[in-house]
C-alpha cells in the first residue's frame, strides 16, 4: 500500500461545479498536512494547509480525519483557472538527532474545469 | 513568491557526463531538499540539507551526490548520467522541519540521452 494515495482522477467538471478529492494516508504518525497544485510543466505551489479542525480559504475547504486517516479537499464554483493536479502532502516528523519531515507526495489528482 | 532559483532550467547530456544542478535561495531557510518527478511516481526526495555541510540521503539517492557549503547553495550533481536521471528536478526550502511546507524552485528539465 502506498503511503499516501490519491484517485488520479482525470476530473472533468463544468464552471460552477463543486468537486471533492479524497487523499488516504497509512502513517498513524503524520502530524501536517498539505494540499499543493501544479500547473502543467510548473512547480508545485502550496494551496494550503490542513488543520485538525478544518480550515477554508475561499472557494477552498480542507478537512482532516485523523481516525480514518484521510484528508479531502472541497473546491466550490469551480473556475477554469483551478485546472490543474492537486497534491496531497503529508509530513512525518521524527523528533531528534538530524531528523527531517518526511513529505510524502501523493501522485496527484488531475481538475479539467470546462466551460 | 519564495526565492528560490534553480539553473540550468534545461539540460540535454549524454550518457556517462557528470551534471551539476543549482539551487539558490535568499530566504536563509535552514532546510533544502531535491525531488526529482516522474510520471506514474510523483515527486521522490533524493537527497536534503539540514544545515550547512549537513546532507543526508532521500529514498532515491542512488547515483546522485549533493553539497552545500553556504547556507544559500545546494547542488546536486549526477557523477555519471543515466537514462533513467532523465527527469524534471526540483529544488525546495523550508523554514522548520516540523509543520512548515516547502517552497519549491521552477525545476530543471533534464534529458540523458
Known amino acids: 500500500r502506498k503511503e499516501v494515495e490519491q484517485d488520479p482522477g482525470p476530473f472533468n467538471v463544468p464552471e460552477g461545479a463543486t468537486v471533492a478529492f479524497n487523499c488516504t494516508y497509512s502513517n498513524s504518525a503524520s502530524q501536517s498536512f498539505f494540499w499543493y497544485r501544479q500547473d502543467c510543466r510548473k512547480e508545485p505551489k502550496l494551496l494550503m494547509s490542513?488543520?485538525?479542525s478544518g480550515n477554508e480559504d475561499g472557494r477552498f475547504t480542507a478537512q482532516l480525519n485523523r481516525a480514518s486517516q484521510y484528508i479531502s479537499l472541497l473546491i466550490r464554483d469551480s473556475k477554469l483557472s483551478d485546472s490543474a493536479t492537486y497534491l496531497c502532502?503529508?509530513?512525518?516528523?521524527?523528533?531528534?538527532?538530524?531528523?527531517?519531515?518526511?513529505?510524502?507526495f501523493g501522485q496527484g489528482t488531475i481538475l479539467t474545469v470546462h466551460p | 513568491d519564495a526565492g528560490i532559483t534553480q539553473s540550468p532550467r534545461h539540460k540535454v547530456t549524454e550518457t556517462g557526463t557528470p551534471v551539476t544542478l543549482r539551487c539558490h535561495q535568499t530566504e536563509n531557510h535552514r532546510y533544502m531538499y531535491w525531488y526529482r518527478q516522474d510520471p506514474g511516481h510523483g515527486l521522490r526526495l533524493i537527497h536534503y540539507s539540514y544545515g550547512v555541510k549537513d546532507t543526508d540521503k532521500g529514498e532515491v539517492s542512488d547515483g546522485y551526490s549533493v553539497s552545500r557549503s553556504k547556507t544559500e547553495d545546494f547542488l546536486l550533481t549526477l557523477e555519471s548520467a543515466t537514462s533513467s536521471q532523465t527527469s524534471v528536478y526540483f529544488c525546495?526550502?523550508?523554514?522548520?522541519?516540523?509543520?512548515?511546507?516547502?517552497?519549491f524552485g521552477n525545476g530543471t528539465r533534464l534529458t540523458v540521452t
Open positions: 502532502v503529508v509530513n512525518s516528523y521524527y523528533a531528534g538527532g538530524t531528523s527531517y519531515g518526511k513529505l510524502t
Open positions: 525546495a526550502i523550508s523554514k522548520r522541519v516540523d509543520n512548515s511546507p516547502l517552497h
Open positions: 490542513v488543520y485538525s
